[in-house]
């Protein structure tokens, strides 16, 4: 699929649920983007400790949405994420299952960031029937490249 095929169809999955930001992509269609496009960046907004306990995407960002313990509102993220990139970068934003990087890409869509898409079901996923995350969407589920930190 191409950068413009990838792109349309994020763009029409988030105009179809009504949001602002530039699009929300399947993980393959964001990979296949950070492959194709140096400027795209993954910014993962999850909280430090899931990044320690879970793994993370090589080569993000991380760029906590809410801060841990009490997931409360991190005062900093507009401050940290002019330090990592530009309004003209792909932002391609990750979390633990697609909410807070939508509330992230929302946000930053608000700010003037053009290029603001969510990465649908986030690192991990919803929960299986045995209440387990990583195996049914998501980053993990979709086989493609992490590591533990």
Request: glycine share 10%; proline share 6%.
């Amino acid at each position: 699929m191409s950068t413009a095929e990838i792109l349309e169809k994020a763009h029409e999955r988030a105009k179809a649920a009504g949001k602002r930001h530039a699009g929300d992509m399947t993980p393959a269609e964001a990979h296949a983007l950070l492959r194709e496009h140096p400027d795209a960046v993954l910014v993962d907004v999850r909280s430090h400790p899931e990044l320690d306990f879970v793994g993370m995407v090589e080569g993000g960002k991380h760029i906590p949405w809410q801060n841990y313990p009490g997931m409360t509102p991190n005062p900093d993220f507009d401050q940290q994420i002019k330090k990592e990139v530009t309004p003209d970068n792909f932002l391609l934003l990750l979390c633990r299952t697609g909410g807070r990087s939508l509330a992230a890409a929302e946000h930053l869509a608000s700010l003037g960031y053009h290029h603001c898409y969510n990465i649908l079901g986030g690192f991990e996923g919803k929960q299986d029937h045995q209440g387990q995350r990583g195996k049914v969407e998501g980053w993990k589920a979709s086989g493609l490249p992490w590591k533990h930190k």
